[in-house]
């Protein structure tokens, strides 16, 4: 098992599952929502994304669900579990999300495979490259997360890529450089930015450089040649699914839990990424809590949940599905029902609730249960 591998186990099995509703959709969400552990299928496990969907629970829904059309949208795409797994089905995907690092993340994870050997290639190159000396330009906030040779290695190493002509590989070879930074310096994980003693050492990470592209070069391997994935910044509450999309499926982000936009601070500017447009319209960003308080974060987050399904129920095709992914908040150490508002906004959007599976999971970090819901609602056919 490596590092990564330790670090991301996936979610434990449920203690228990409930369901409700038409009996096969029900059994349909219930199994759905209970998948736990790693997957290691296609590009799932390329690139640490927090809360990520279950791509076994995403493969469940896309295959078996009878949509009017093949399109499937997720509107918070995060780290792309949802366009991975439609790619991998054959379907046409799209999606929208605030932050430069998911797009990043999810474009990677469904890029063509025909340009696995120019980053098997090019990454040969530069990680050989990246243990030379002399100056190279490295990102102001950077100085305080790393040992000195590490910084110069990473800066090096984006210095190479900077060079490389071909811009597919080029991407590519910087979402490479995105997965390791955080994994190479004094952070204690993507979500935390807590400071640990870590020692590194020299060449060690331009080692890791070429392990990782090599790792993706494997991934993209066993990617279809051919699909349409279709991703772009967006606010998930003013930007809808495109024309002919049968099926929304999503897991917006569980109130009061993450900061999305800013954790991920040191990739952007490893990656020369304005995250500014992200900053404000973050839905139930930990740091609105903060800043308001539970009751009136909460009534703001109830508000723009109506807004979101209400932009992508819109423009659903009549018979289509709407599938969500939520998880109770956490706010002050205190749960924060999700699936009352989640429900009612379906249905105030003019949906029919199918079916819907809620699971409990142990939070062994804080001695406590967390439930996750995944919600089945339908278009009516009019
Ligand atoms: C739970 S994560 C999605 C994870 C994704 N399903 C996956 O499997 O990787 C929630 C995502 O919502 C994004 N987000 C938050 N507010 C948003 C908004 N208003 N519009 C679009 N995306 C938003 C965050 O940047 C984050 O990537």
Known sequence: MNDDARRMPG?????????VGDPD??????????????VERATHHFHTYPAGMHPDSARDLIGTLDTPAPGIHDPFCGGGTVPTEALLAGRPASGTDLSPIALWVTRTRTARPEHAGGLRRASRKIAALAREHGPVRIPEIAHEWYEPHVLDELGRIRAEVEEVEDPSVQKLLLAVLSSIVIKASFRESDTSNRRRPYHRPPGTTAILFHKKARELGRMLDQLPGEGEV???LGDARRVGP???????????????VYDYVPMQQLRYAWLDLDPSRGMVGEVGSRRQFRSQGRRDALAVWRKDTRAWIACQAERLLPGGFFAITIGDGLVGGRPVDTLGPTVGALESAGLTIAARASADRPDHARATTRTEHLVLARRPVT
């Open 25 to 38: 959709l029900a059994a349909l969400v219930g199994r759905a929502v209970a998948h736990h552990g790693r």
């Open 242 to 256: 495109p024309k002919r999309t049968g099926l929304v499926l999503t897991s917006p982000p569980y109130p009061g």
């Open 11 to 19: 979610p434990p099995p449920p203690t228990a599952v409930r369901t």
């Open 230 to 232: 279709r991703v772009r």
